[in-house]
């Protein structure tokens, strides 16, 4: 199904002046024609429920263009949502109340079209984290504490020095990648060198986006990694990548590669390895990481699972 992308973009743009008092109205609104759904909101705050339901939102307005990305955070976005007890029953009263808010805040801007765009928009949604949905009990399980987070502003500012070099910076990780590991290069033997680089670019550019957002980078990260079995990645291509990674940043960063910005990327990697191969569905063995690699030999101090705990979070 085609969305209305402008049409989306549009209508939530006039929403989001008032966006507390649609969330909070949101709620309202569902408990208020779907008494039934309220017990799964007893153990927590309304108002931190309300914030969630905002960034969600956000995060999908912003994405409808991007749609690799978006998928993947839906479908782990639906996983997790088994896990607070979220049924399929449930979906068709949250749309309710959403088109219902939608509806009341908008007033004459809720046109036919409009609504269709939304009506449309929220199936999507729904069928996305359906699908996503259907996890075992251990792919869907939660942290029970949340860790300290990565370094994000190092990460931001440091990459916001290679925006402008973009496309040099990706041209430059492929020949540092096929120079320093010739056995990756046959991953790539079917595909345009260029529109890879293009996706390499779209890839950091998504993950430092959403440094903050880690729900969304998690389970868009987890897509990425189950996409990567099909294209033929093994986990000991994964310290492969790294490493190009790490040594094009020394690059282009120059006398800004400093200590710290080393290791915040060291860790960054971490993580993006450990959630992508988790998407991946491999076994424990599998993901093992080389201990002689160059990537493995920079993470080793905390252990990669280390690293992990420190789930994307930052002030």
């Known amino acids: ?15 989001k002046p008032q966006a507390e008092a649609f969330a909070a ?17 007893a153990h927590v705050s309304i108002e931190e429920q309300a914030g969630k339901l905002l960034k969600s939102l956000v995060f999908v307005v912003n994405n409808l263009r991007n749609s690799e990305a978006l998928v993947g955070a839906l479908e782990g976005l639906g996983a997790r949502h088994v896990k607070y007890g979220a049924l399929p029953e449930h979906y068709p009263l949250v749309g309710a109340a959403l088109l219902k808010t939608f509806e009341s805040y908008l007033g004459a801007d809720w046109t036919p079209d409009v609504k269709q765009a939304w009506v449309d928009a929220y199936g999507v949604i729904t069928e996305v984290m359906l699908k996503g949905a259907d996890y075992s009990e251990a792919e869907v399980a939660l942290p029970e504490e949340e860790a300290p987070g990565l370094p994000v502003e190092l ?21 540092t990648l096929f120079t320093d590991s010739p056995a990756a290069k046959p991953l790539f033997a079917h595909v345009s060198l260029e529109q890879q680089a293009s ?22 990260l987890e897509g990425l990694g189950a996409r990567h079995v099909k294209y033929g990645a093994l986990p000991e291509h994964y ?5 190009a990674l790490l040594k094009t940043f020394e690059s282009y960063l120059g006398a800004d590669w400093t200590p710290d910005v080393k290791q915040a990327w060291v860790d960054a990697y971490g993580v993006i390895t450990e959630v992508m191969l988790k998407g ?5 063995a599998e993901v093992a990481l080389p201990a002689e690699s160059p990537i493995s030999k920079e993470i080793a101090p905390k252990g990669i699972l280390g690293v992990f705990a420190n789930l994307f979070g930052g002030k």
């Open 1 to 15: 199904m085609s969305l209305q992308v402008e049409l989306l973009e549009q209508s939530f743009e006039k929403v």
């Open 199 to 220: 996706k390499l670019v779209k890839s950091l550019v998504f993950v430092v986006e959403n440094l903050r957002n880690s729900e969304a980078l998690v389970g868009a």
């Open 155 to 175: 990460l931001e500012q440091s990459f916001e020095k290679i925006k402008p070099q973009a496309s040099e910076f990706a041209a430059s990780f492929y020949d």
């Open 25 to 41: 109205s949101f709620y309202d609104t569902l408990f208020t024609d779907a008494p039934a759904a309220k017990p799964l909101f």
């Open 280 to 284: 991946a569905d491999y076994s424990a």
């Open 239 to 243: 310290p492969l990548v790294g490493s």
